[in-house]
């Protein structure tokens, strides 16, 4: 399982990396031979966190038919053991982590299950070669005062026992890859018929989607068989799908981006490093300072989550420290109004509700805080992840949240009854998920390097193979017609919800590790591991 395998990508620490309090040293595990193939990141690290330097081939090749990438559908019907190099099966890639120097006998373990009902959330291959999901029995207290999710008690937490969650989740982050080689992109071309050559304008300089690939797309029945999507011949075409993308500008923040977000109406962009976020004004044409810096964390910790309130008034940054930090942006200089303290030495990312009434965080020793903004206080926990919480979505109602970990599960919650509905089981760990706007699907971005769209329902979900190492990042247009996702690769790919179809890719010079689309689904920024963010225009 993915779980046993102990080599450590660059961009994993960057993503997932925790700062224990002074008395707590976060565990380190180095192999001799990765260090040895890595000699020269010490003038490329900061401390224990690797940064990707610019890579020798920083934009992708051009499409030659100006088309989008095909799905290869005439070349490759595959089974089940033939989808890809970057298939779950593909259980020894050196791209892999481990969740923790944990023993394996140490770790609570989660079992594989088929789907039990035909309206359960999603269902994929057998073993260890998909998901699956289980519905929870279980029912915990009703909340029945308003807001409807802050009724009941915080549970009691040990903060030893969070302590060493994280210092556990802190391991991913001091080993070293084997290898290195990680820009072969693209893939070894098979020659492929185009069925959509006709319908694209031709890409920006560096956003082409080189044709004539294997299959990429596939659907997996609720009995696990994978085929290949045939797109539609509308899949890339009408209202709201965008042609291409350009980048229009780039932040240089100074230190690896961790976390971004895009104020609406779009005008400020903010960009969250190492102890502080900084704030830029991208309606000023070629701005290339920040207009203010907002000091949240001490020097050494990194920012992993901002959040700004839908009234564009409010900002909440979360990193690697038990406090969550809420800034008053309406006032001539920004200034933090209110803290909040949870027992985990760590949040790794933020959601907040509809209302702007309560925020929730997913922190290091696997726990779902519950905040309530307005009295600023902690009002409950989720508990069900056995390690890391590393995402968060919300539903656009507020009746739902999703949640993904480094237990290799995502798990859905009811915040009006307060309990976990369904829980999904992955042969890999989740970095990243965007819960899409309009509802009905999930999109789950994996170290495996795969793309899952789950059905909220149904049984049965799409697999994306376009990015060749761990998924960091993923976000959701506004319309939900198509979805960003970023990764390792230094690749931002652009799909069609739900089955997949490339729409864009653009190839950046380092890990990409957070993304965020504006409202208005006109630009993309997204923060890298060469310390800088890129905005991109989307150009319909």
Request: hydrophobic share 30%.
């Amino acid at each position: 399982m993915c779980m046993r395998r102990s080599s450590i990508s660059p961009a994993e620490r960057e993503k997932f990396r925790v700062r224990s309090s002074p008395d707590i040293e976060p565990h380190k595990k180095v192999k001799k031979e990765e260090k040895d193939c890595h000699a020269s990141d010490g003038e490329k690290s900061d401390q224990d966190l690797v940064v990707d330097d610019a890579s020798e081939d920083p934009v992708s090749p051009l499409n030659g038919t100006a088309s989008p990438r095909e799905n290869g559908i005439d070349k490759l019907q595959p089974k089940k053991e033939h989808i890809g190099p970057h298939s779950p099966r593909s259980g020894t890639s050196s791209n892999a982590s481990t969740p923790s120097t944990k023993k394996m006998e140490d770790k609570p373990s989660t079992p594989i299950s088929k789907s039990i009902t035909p309206t359960s959330g999603g269902s994929g291959c057998s073993g260890a070669a998909g998901s699956s999901m289980k519905p929870m029995g279980v029912k915990g207290p009703s909340l029945a005062q308003y807001p409807h999710y802050l009724a009941g008690g915080a549970n009691p937490h040990d903060l030893q026992a969070a302590a060493a969650a994280a210092g556990a989740y802190g391991a991913l982050h001091n080993n070293l890859p084997p290898s290195a080689a990680l820009n072969s992109y693209p893939r070894p071309a098979l020659v492929g018929y185009d069925p959509h050559a006709q319908m694209r304008a031709p890409l920006g300089p560096g956003l082409g989607i080189p044709g004539g690939k294997p299959a990429y797309s596939f659907h997996v029945s609720a009995e696990g068989q994978m085929q290949p999507v045939p797109f539609p011949p509308d899949a890339l075409m009408g209202p709201g799908i965008p042609r291409h993308a350009r980048q229009i500008n780039t932040l240089g923040h100074g230190e690896v981006v961790c976390a971004v977000t895009i104020s609406n109406p779009t005008k400020y962009v903010y960009t969250g490093g190492k102890g502080c976020v900084k704030v830029w004004d991208i309606s000023q044409p070629g701005s290339k300072s920040p207009v203010s810096q907002l000091d949240c964390l001490q020097r050494d910790n990194y920012i992993r989550s901002v959040k700004l309130l839908p009234d564009g008034r409010t900002l909440i940054v979360g990193g690697e420290a038990s406090n969550l930090s809420i800034w008053d942006l309406a006032s001539p200089t920004p200034r933090i109004k209110a803290e909040l303290t949870s027992s985990a030495p760590a949040c790794y990312a933020l959601a907040i509700s509809p209302d702007s009434k309560v925020c929730f965080s997913c922190c290091s020793d696997g726990n779902i805080a519950v905040w309530d903004l307005h009295n600023q206080t902690l009002v409950r926990q989720f508990q069900g992840h056995t390690d890391g919480a590393s995402c968060i979505d919300i539903s656009s109602d507020g009746s739902k949240l999703w949640t993904g970990g480094l237990d290799n599960t995502v798990r859905s919650w009811d915040l009006r009854e307060g309990r976990q509905l369904q829980q999904h089981d992955f042969s890999s760990q989740i970095f990243s998920l965007g819960y899409c706007p309009t509802g009905e699907w999930l999109a789950v971005g994996m170290e495996n390097s795969n793309v899952e769209v789950l059905h909220a329902l149904k049984p049965d979900k799409y697999q994306l193979h376009l990015h060749e190492s761990c998924v960091l990042s993923l976000r959701f247009a506004t319309c939900g017609k198509w979805f960003v996702s970023t990764g390792k690769d230094n690749l931002l790919n652009a799909w069609r919800t739900p089955y997949g179809a490339s729409i864009f890719q653009s190839k950046e010079s380092s890990s990409v590790l957070s993304c965020d689309i504006s409202a208005d689904d006109k630009y993309i920024v997204t923060g890298s591991g060469d310390k800088k963010a890129t905005v991109y225009e989307v150009i319909y």
